[in-house]
Nanobody
Framework: QVHLVESGGGLVQPGGSLRLSCAASGRIYTMRWYRQAPGKQRELVATITRTGNTNDADFVKGRFTISRDNAKNTVYLQMNSLKPEDTAVYYC?????????WGQGTQVTVSL
C-alpha cells in the first residue's frame, strides 16, 4: 500500500516559480508527475526512476525539473518560468505491486 500527498501548489504570476512536493509512504520506485487542466485530459509531465533517471515532457523541458530524495521518500517538481498554460491540478503517481497510486492533487494557478 502506498499513500501519496502532494503540496506546494498556489497562485503565481507568469514567469514565477513553484516547487511541488510529493511525500510517499511505503517503498516507491519510478515516480511521475501528471497534470490536468480544466476540460483537458490528464497529461504526463515528468518521470524519475529510483536511481534518478529522468524524462520530461517536451512542453516543460528547460523549465521544470523532477528530483527525489529517497531518504525522505519524497519527489519534487521544481517549476520555473511558469506560463498561464501551466495552470492545472498536479498529481504524483506511482505503480507498486501492480497497483496504480495517485495523490489528491495540488492546484497550480499561473495568472496576473
Amino acid at each position: 500500500q502506498v499513500h501519496l500527498v502532494e503540496s506546494g501548489g498556489g497562485l503565481v504570476q507568469p514567469g514565477g516559480s513553484l516547487r511541488l512536493s510529493c511525500a510517499a509512504s511505503g517503498r516507491i520506485y519510478t515516480m511521475r508527475w501528471y497534470r490536468q487542466a480544466p476540460g483537458k485530459q490528464r497529461e504526463l509531465v515528468a518521470t524519475i526512476t529510483r536511481t534518478g533517471n529522468t524524462n520530461d515532457a517536451d512542453f516543460v523541458k528547460g523549465r521544470f525539473t523532477i528530483s527525489r530524495d529517497n531518504a525522505k521518500n519524497t519527489v519534487y517538481l521544481q517549476m520555473n518560468s511558469l506560463k498561464p498554460e501551466d495552470t492545472a491540478v498536479y498529481y504524483c503517481n506511482t505503480l507498486s505491486s501492480g497497483e496504480d497510486y495517485w495523490g489528491q492533487g495540488t492546484q497550480v494557478t499561473v495568472s496576473l
